[in-house]
């Protein structure tokens, strides 16, 4: 397994650790998320995997992750795309945020993309993504009203950007 990207407070990278030190020390550090949106505006939400040590079965972004070391915020969000959902599609930078989990102490710099889905095939990494489906904007906003088992990521992105 790759080391992780930590970096200090101005999001400027300072060394990479495992992942065990990551969550240990708590050390600053990046991710990213991608939003796939279909022809009808729709973005395309993955289930975790029930075997997930963090947020188990919960509703996610299209696709996301740690940034490995040695890796731009763009390169992270590639891999993780073509990991977890077997796409390669040109992405767009959306936002860049400071995030702190809620109980976990964890200070993260997240960055979202975007990009367009043409219908291509999919092929779901059966470790990390149970399913995948398409959601409007507004039936997303209503499952996070409903307390339905969303990230925190996912729900942050959400009430601050739309």
């Known amino acids: 397994m790759k080391n992780i990207t930590i970096v200090n407070e101005k999001d400027e990278v300072v060394g990479a650790v495992t992942e065990k030190e990551l969550y240990e020390k708590k050390y600053p550090h990046r991710i990213v998320h991608v939003l796939l949106f279909n022809s009808k505006g729709e973005i395309m939400l993955q289930m975790r995997s029930q075997t997930k040590s963090y947020a188990p079965a919960h509703w996610v972004t299209s696709a996301g992750g740690r940034v490995d070391e040695g890796e731009t915020y763009e390169e992270a969000a590639y891999r993780e795309m073509r990991e977890e959902i077997g796409l390669t599609t040109e992405l767009k930078k959306l936002y860049q945020d ?22 291509e095939q999919l092929a779901l990494q059966e470790s990390e993504v149970e399913r995948v489906e398409f959601f409007g904007v507004e ?17 942050f992105i959400f009430e601050k950007h739309f």
């Open 139 to 155: 039936e997303i906003k209503k499952m996070i009203r409903n307390g339905e088992k969303i990230t925190d990521e996912l729900r």
């Open 98 to 119: 400071y995030y702190e989990r809620k109980g976990s102490g964890l200070k993260i710099f997240m960055t979202i993309f975007s990009a367009q889905y043409q219908g």
